[in-house]
């Protein structure tokens, strides 16, 4: 038992949301709070590059493997790890705005440039008779990851089934266009709890 609320859990060591996003993008722009608010997030959880690292294998993004690796190598570059955490986030900014029709002229040329850039760092490689396109192994991978991922995303027929919480801001995929709420288990909970406390006043 660690006392946490259903909808967070600990991952070696570190407090993550569970994803609820149906897609690895979406539930990357769910890594802050209350984006319905329009200012800082009340709570943040990619709080350290580190964090982030442990978020892409708990999402299934990158291996455990090649984050026990990266974890390694943030040692001995805190500049470039500071760096890399503000790009992250700053992407995540930009990547909302986007996905939910808001973006700038400057915040869509953000993301894309970001987006541009990952895709020309792949790689095709072959392995056995197969060829797939690779993302070499450093601290930038997997922000690149991300954004190749962001980028299939909003050229795709899915972007039409993005949805955004009413609640709290946060965006899943509906394709069957029946879910209202990021979570019955917060979201949803929250407002039944509401509207029972509206019919009994
Ligand atoms: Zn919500």
Redesign the pocket.
């Known amino acids: 038992m660690t006392g946490l609320p259903s909808h967070l859990e600990l991952v070696q060591g570190v407090v993550l949301p569970k994803p609820v996003g149906a897609h690895p993008v979406l539930d990357f722009v769910n890594t802050r709070s209350e984006w319905t608010n329009g200012g800082p997030a009340r709570t943040e959880w990619l709080t350290s590059y580190e964090a982030f690292l442990i978020w892409n294998s708990y999402i299934g993004l990158l291996s455990p493997a090649t984050v026990f690796r990266l974890i390694e190598q943030t040692g001995s570059s805190p500049t470039e790890v500071t760096r890399r955490l503000q790009a992250t986030l700053d992407f995540r900014v930009d990547l909302y705005d986007v996905l939910t029709g808001q973006a700038t002229e400057s915040t869509f040329e953000a993301a894309a440039r970001l987006i541009e850039k990952a895709s020309g760092r792949r790689r095709l490689v072959r392995t056995d008779d197969e060829l797939t396109w690779e993302l070499r192994e450093d601290l930038a991978l997997p922000l690149h990851n991300l954004a190749l991922l962001a980028g299939e995303l909003l050229t795709s027929p899915s972007r039409d089934h993005v949805r955004t919480?009413p609640?709290?801001g946060?965006l899943f995929l509906d394709p069957r266009g029946r879910r209202r709420?990021?979570?019955m288990a917060?979201?949803g909970n929250r407002a039944k709890v509401r509207a029972h406390a509206a019919r009994v006043r």
């Open positions: 919480c609640s709290c946060w709420w990021c979570s917060t979201c």
